[in-house]
């Protein structure tokens, strides 16, 4: 089957866009409201992307079912900034700190994500992807909510980033999800499901946050991001189910509305309580 570069490139330069406005509101309200505002966003183009390329419905069930797992593993990715201090504080200071928690992320990210998708593919016949993708999903909730219970302070940055560490940014996640649209028009769901979540996003910012705010801006964000993530895997378990029986755009936008409404707007107001809310009516006494 010819491949429409179109269908690629289209998906990519709109996630690309969404990374650097979603992530521009993460530096800018504060690790509290703008680390859990991890609505879905490039997962929404890499849907539509995935969905035109895949040509059935039983794939793209299979690529959407394996991004709560991939969403899983971002938290292993999010909880190793967050601990990289305690970690190898004593062993790395400064940039090389810096260099060694970025490449130890992404490289444990990448291996548990080869080995899950292996793994999901093939046990695919005899257990339901879409009981894994709720499965994970569950676990990815509990877990973010323990990380926020317990997450240090989340300040917003002072610094202003420039527009080259923005650009980064949206080519970072533009490539991730062009990479997912490419893969899955060859036939790889499981596979482009899962690279349609990398954490681009997550990276570009905890390394541009590091850089201009401080190792504490980015630690700070890790809590509330754990647990907004978690908005991703529903969405990909919403589309599974919305994009066969409408038209995949409007499949998306309901999917979005619903996550964003049942989920990330209630979830947002109580990480602000738990982690800004009792400060700031403290002061206000």
Known sequence: MAIDIFS????????????????VFVERA???IGGVITLPTTIVPASLGIWSEVG???????????????????????????????????????????????VLSVALWALFAGISA???????????????????????????????????????????????VLLVRGTAAGLAIGASVWIASMGLPFISGIISVFPAIFLTTMVSLWLSQGPE?????????????ASVSFYAILSIFLFPIMSP?????????IVVGTFTAPVGYWTWRTLDG????????
Do not use: C
């Not at 959407?64 to 200071?93: A, D, E, Q, T």
């Not at 755009?249 to 509305?257: E, F, P, R, V």
């Open 30 to 32: 504060g690790g509290a």
């Open 118 to 164: 292996s793994i999901v593919e093939m046990t695919s016949e005899s257990i339901d992807p879409l009981l894994i993708a709720l499965t994970t999903t569950m676990a990815s909730i509990v877990l973010g909510f323990l990380a926020v219970k317990s997450n240090p302070t989340a300040p917003a940055g002072k610094n202003e980033v420039g527009w080259v």
């Open 56 to 102: 059935s419905e039983e794939s793209f069930s299979a690529a959407m079912s394996i991004v709560p797992v991939g969403m899983l593993l971002n938290l292993l990715f999010l909880g190793v900034w967050r601990k990289s201090p305690l970690w190898f504080g004593s062993l790395l200071k400064g940039n090389f700190l810096l260099a060694g928690v970025s």
């Open 278 to 285: 009792g400060e700031v009516e403290a002061r206000l006494r």
């Open 249 to 257: 755009w409007m499949g998306a936008i309901i999917s979005w509305l």
């Open 217 to 229: 801006v980015p630690i700070g964000a890790a809590g509330p991001m754990m647990l907004g993530s």
């Open 8 to 23: 690629i490139i289209i998906p990519a330069v709109f996630a690309g866009l969404i990374a650097i406005i979603s992530t």
